[in-house]
């Protein structure tokens, strides 16, 4: 059975309602961002995505949960006030990413320098990058492998993922703090 994406038999009101919890429960639904394709499936033609959007985030407000856009879409997530009552009540520090300060030093350089091989990572810091630090950071998501350098040998470079841009909060990696006042405090 075909999903009716119009409802044309129901008064406006009723309809945007239903549009709007059509999106909250894909959102409920997902574990990872959701993009605004996704989302127009199921709802009309003529409504706007945007719009929906944001009478659900102000149907939502006061609640424990918000709909934040992360990655290029939209996740339902926790507020950040919640975030102790949560490690309280559930076991879920195997699901933090738990990073060392170099951890996320070595992060931040792959951030703003990728596609970027692991020598180059060295060039930046002045010592060699393990393969154990790079294997972290890929088995926790925020790090993939990217295109292989032009180099010779041609090695692996790495690249961030979505699963980095919704743990740091960005909507993209144009989000990410500039760079050159990163480079004058001294951080990168």
């Known amino acids: 059975m075909a999903l009716d994406r119009e409802l044309d038999d129901l008064p406006p009101e009723l309809r945007w309602r239903t549009w709007m919890r059509r999106?909250?429960?894909v959102l409920f639904a997902s574990a990872t961002p959701v993009p605004r394709e996704d989302l127009a499936r199921v709802v009309g033609h003529a409504a706007s995505v945007d719009l929906l959007i944001a009478d659900?985030?102000?149907?939502?407000?006061?609640?424990?949960?918000e709909v934040a856009r992360v990655a290029g879409g939209w996740m339902?997530?926790?507020?950040?006030?919640?975030?102790?009552?949560i490690r309280a009540a559930a076991d879920i520090d195997d699901q933090l990413l738990d990073l060392s300060e170099f951890d996320i030093a070595v992060l931040a350089a792959i951030a703003y320098h990728q596609?970027?091989?692991?020598?180059?990572?060295k060039d930046i810091f002045g010592k060699e990058i393990s393969r154990d630090l790079t294997g972290r950071l890929h088995a926790r998501?925020?790090?993939?492998?990217?295109?292989?350098?032009?180099r010779r040998g041609?090695?692996?470079?790495?690249?961030?993922?979505?699963?980095?841009l919704a743990a740091f909060d960005l909507e993209?990696?144009?989000d990410l703090p500039d760079r050159e006042g990163l480079e004058d405090a001294g951080v990168i």
Do not use: C, K, N, W
Request: net charge negative.
């Open 23 to 25: 999106i909250e429960a």
């Open 115 to 121: 596609p970027i091989t692991r020598e180059e990572l």
């Open 56 to 65: 659900l985030a102000a149907d939502l407000e006061g609640r424990a949960f």
């Open 76 to 85: 339902l997530r926790t507020r950040p006030a919640y975030a102790e009552a």
């Open 154 to 164: 041609a090695p692996f470079t790495f690249v961030t993922t979505d699963l980095f």
């Open 141 to 150: 998501g925020v790090i993939a492998t990217g295109p292989r350098s032009p």
């Open 172 to 174: 993209s990696l144009q």
